[in-house]
């Protein structure tokens, strides 16, 4: 039989165990293992063999480890690691896709019951409809203030009630309510905090991301800068056109009131000099527009239904 290893052989064995881990791998899953039996992380093991491995241990081994090695290897971005090693966490390396990864780790949760004196991750309701309690099981119900009516010898729960709010803590009653009608409100498993990826540190909820969440930040970040630079008169590549167009208006503005001109000055005098030309301009596009229907039909419509010209029908090129 061989003899057990001490405490100090297994500080060295874990020691050289994450060192080996740090240097294999980039990308690290910092998990909350709140709740999480063995078998359950067992389970989660396995389903992550291949391109991952799950490492728990006590937060200061692990943050004397990480520094340790940080230390030896002048890789200080490896010290990011140790301020979110906090409460009762794990570390998941892995090689794959940390967006798959997290789903993968995500499917791992178990229900539970709701114990005296645990805190409601989520809200509790319990729905309407026959519990299958006998009429002598009441008090509970009026002790929560849930209503309640006799059907068929049974208790039946009139309307959903929010039994209990997230953040607050699992009384007696409610707990012993939710055991009589079988439910398990509360599920657990590991829970992905943070994400380390060769040395930058950032929020799960970034892998949830999607293009067009990308795509639409960026188009913000660019509004903010092109409003910014107008307002400091400051040129940039995002507010370039706007200045030019600003600069066109002042000028053709400038032309209007003068008699200086410019070729597309011109044309915008013309057409407030003649405003007949305005429908001359608008009549190919009142025929394009119509151009579809049959002649005959588009008559007998404007016979019985006189068009009326409008400013916003009659658009126009200036640069035409």
């Given at each position: ?235 940039t590549l995002a507010a370039a056109p706007h200045m030019f167009i600003n ?68 658009g126009f090129s200036l640069f035409d």
């Amino acid at each position: 039989m061989a003899p057990k290893a001490s405490k100090a052989d297994k500080k060295i064995a874990y020691d050289a165990k994450l060192c080996q881990l740090l240097d294999e791998y980039t990308q690290i899953l910092v998990a909350a293992a709140d709740n999480v039996g063995s078998k359950q992380l067992q389970n989660i093991r396995k389903g992550l063999r291949g391109d991952s491995v799950v490492l728990m241990g006590k937060n200061t081994m692990m943050k004397r480890s990480v520094r340790i090695h940080a230390e030896k290897t002048g890789n200080e971005a490896f010290l990011n690691i140790i301020p979110l090693l906090v409460g009762n966490v794990g570390l998941i390396f892995t090689k794959g896709d940390l967006k798959e990864v997290s789903e993968e780790v995500a499917k791992y949760k178990v229900g539970a019951p709701a114990r005296v004196g645990l805190v409601a991750p989520v809200d509790v309701v319990v729905p309407p409809g026959n519990t299958g309690l006998d009429p002598s099981q009441t008090s509970f119900f009026q002790v929560l203030n849930i209503p309640t009516k006799i059907n068929k010898g049974t208790v039946e729960i009139i309307t959903p009630v929010e039994l209990i709010k997230k953040g607050d803590k699992v009384g007696s009653s409610e707990a012993a309510l939710l055991a009589k009608l079988g439910i398990r409100p509360f599920s657990y498993g590991l829970v992905v905090l943070s994400v380390y990826d060769n040395g930058t540190v950032f929020s799960p909820e970034v892998l949830d991301m999607t293009e067009d969440d990308l795509v639409a930040k960026f188009a913000v970040g660019v509004s903010m800068v092109t409003s910014l630079s107008l307002a400091l008169s400051y040129p940039t590549l995002a507010a370039a056109p706007h200045m030019f167009i600003n600069a066109y208006k002042n000028v053709l503005a400038i032309a209007l009131e003068t008699e200086y001109s410019f070729p597309q000055a011109d044309k915008v005098k013309e057409y407030l000099a003649d405003p007949s030309k305005f429908v001359a301009a608008a009549a190919p596009a009142a025929t394009a527009d119509s151009g579809s229907a049959p002649a005959a039909a588009a008559a007998e419509e404007k016979k019985e239904e006189p068009a009326e010209e409008s400013d916003d029908d009659m658009g126009f090129s200036l640069f035409d």
